[in-house]
């Protein structure tokens, strides 16, 4: 390798692109120990096995995708030996593996139907994501919801208690919460709404939200006032006219001049440091000149940028296309590094937080714009960088 990343973050992209195979033996330990799914299977970027990678600092996370089809022709191999490791190319890297939380095998009732409760919340690492919505109004190529689910609005007290029981969770507690989901019809706007509200009020833990741009754009300003933490708003394509091809809906309605200048108001209402964006690269999207003039719009307006190597979900239009290549994402990754430096504005890749990073390309650098393990979960920019 030719990169300045170490061992580890090499090993990270390389899982990323290849995926992991999973020694027998290493598969009995891991059930025997959890008694439970070894993944969450659900999106493609979050369906791999969630391991840390150990690296003498605050460890590499990685979300490395282990299906047959993706993951047979890997080198990297999840054996246990004392503990879990991962071998390849003739180094064995200490490993901690983050089990699916025990909440996702129970179920609640809505109506006269029972559901599962990953139908309202699902633990990553250490961060609850609830989906208010089932399904979504909107469709893009790469993503299964609106494919494999029906529109379907969710109580909003069940999402509340789903919040208690990850909080509460015996293997995988949660320490924060993500409000995302499928986009709500326009008539849904006004519930959904009520929902973050809600939530921002009576959650024991932090709120985040990842919504696609209003068309009002003091709106960030209206979910801060309300008690959300940090907010997310995904450019995800650069390029307009594959925007018009992956995303129509949403290039559409509200196009990429309206989302820039949203951001630019919401890092300006909500602070550097609580405002991210995620791209999806990879060739099968765009080319990378072009994500990368993405990733350059964003830092110019204070925002993180959030490299989401792109994974075919094999329920989409996109199932057969290309996923992202280890070169692509070390690419990415240096010139969004550097693009962020340049700039002066404080912004890294994101997430802020390490565990969060697990299906993104990004690093805890030892500075204080990531949030580690033992660190508080909702730590100011501001302070960070005083
Ligand atoms: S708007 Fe979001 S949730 Fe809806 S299809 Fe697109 S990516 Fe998926």
């Known amino acids: ?124 690492t250490d961060r609850v994501r609830v989906s208010p919505i089932e399904g979504c109004a909107w469709r893009c190529d790469f993503c299964n919801l609106p494919y494999e689910f029906k529109y379907r609005k969710k109580p909003m007290e069940e999402l509340l208690r789903v919040i208690g029981v990850a909080t509460e969770d015996v293997q995988a507690p949660a320490r924060h919460v993500l409000i995302s989901g499928g986009t709500p019809r326009k008539s849904d706007e006004g519930w959904i709404d009520e929902v973050y509200e809600y939530l921002a009020d009576q959650s024991p833990l932090p709120v985040d939200v990842m919504m696609p741009a209003r068309d009002n754009i003091a709106y960030p300003a209206w979910l801060g006032s309300v008690g959300v933490n940090m907010l997310s708003v995904n450019l995800e394509i650069s390029d307009e006219e594959r925007a018009r091809q992956i995303t129509p809906v949403k290039a559409k309605m509200l196009g990429k001049r309206y989302y820039l200048d949203y951001i630019e108001r919401a890092v300006n209402d909500l602070g550097v440091g609580n405002v991210q964006s995620l791209i999806v690269f990879g060739s099968s999207v765009e080319p990378i000149e072009s994500t990368l003039e993405g990733v350059q719009d964003l830092v110019d307006r204070g925002c993180i940028p959030v490299l989401s190597p792109f994974r075919p979900d094999p329920n989409t239009p996109m199932e057969r296309e290309e996923p992202a290549t280890q070169e692509e994402m070390e690419i990415v990754y240096e010139t969004a590094m550097k693009i962020c430096s340049d700039s002066n504005s404080g912004v890294k890749p994101g997430p802020r937080c390490n565990a969060c990073s697990h299906n993104t390309v990004s690093f805890h650098d030892g500075s204080d714009f990531y949030i580690g393990k033992e660190d508080a979960i909702t730590r100011p920019l501001n302070a960070a960088a005083a």
């Open 1 to 124: 390798m030719t990169n300045a990343l170490t061992a580890e973050q090499n090993l990270k992209l390389y899982l990323f692109a290849n995926g992991i195979t999973v020694d027998p033996e290493a598969e009995e330990v891991w059930r025997d120990e959890f008694k439970g799914p070894m993944s969450l299977n659900e999106y493609a970027s979050t369906s791999g096995l969630c391991l840390k990678i150990e690296d003498g600092k605050d460890g590499v996370w990685a979300n490395a995708p282990y299906i047959h089809e993706f993951a047979q022709a890997s080198q990297a191999r999840l054996a246990h030996d004392a503990g879990f490791v991962i071998q390849h190319a003739g180094i064995e890297y200490p490993v901690e593996v983050v089990p699916v939380p025990a909440y996702h095998q129970q179920s609640y009732t809505d109506g006269d139907k029972q559901y599962p409760y990953t139908n309202l919340g699902v633990t990553h």
